[in-house]
Nanobody, 116 residues
Framework: QVRLVESGGGLVQAGGSLSLSCAASGRVFITNGMGWFRQAPGKERVFVASISWNGGSTLYADSVKGRFTIDRDKAKNTVYLQMSNLKPEDTAVYYC?????????WGQGTQVTVSS
């Protein structure tokens, strides 16, 4: 059993910043990496950012490049998403995802709301 717990969402004005974290516990043997996805109301869940666990290589959706930064703490099995210069279109539920040899695991999601 793998458990992912996200935290750090909330309400922020446009141009502001928020930091999300996602801690993994349980039978965690991260072999690939972790990432963040988001789902806006009435839309599909989409990729935001990912980080490889060993090398630390990162990938970002074009919509967040230059504004969001993903990082991880291997000792704590935790992934972070630092979001700056937030826009109303960033409003969504943000989910973290863990990918390891036993499969993919998702957190419960945390709401991020950006007011204009």
């Amino acid at each position: 059993q793998v458990r992912l717990v996200e935290s750090g969402g909330g309400l922020v004005q446009a141009g502001g910043s928020l930091s999300l974290s996602c801690a993994a516990s349980g039978r965690v043997f991260i072999t690939n990496g972790m990432g963040w996805f988001r789902q806006a109301p009435g839309k599909e869940r989409v990729f935001v950012a990912s980080i490889s666990w060993n090398g630390g290589s990162t990938l970002y959706a074009d919509s967040v490049k230059g504004r969001f930064t993903i990082d991880r703490d291997k000792a704590k099995n935790t992934v972070y998403l630092q979001m700056s210069n937030l826009k109303p279109e960033d409003t969504a539920v943000y989910y973290c995802k863990l990918n390891q040899f036993s499969g993919d695991y998702w957190g419960q999601g945390t709401q991020v709301t950006v007011s204009s």
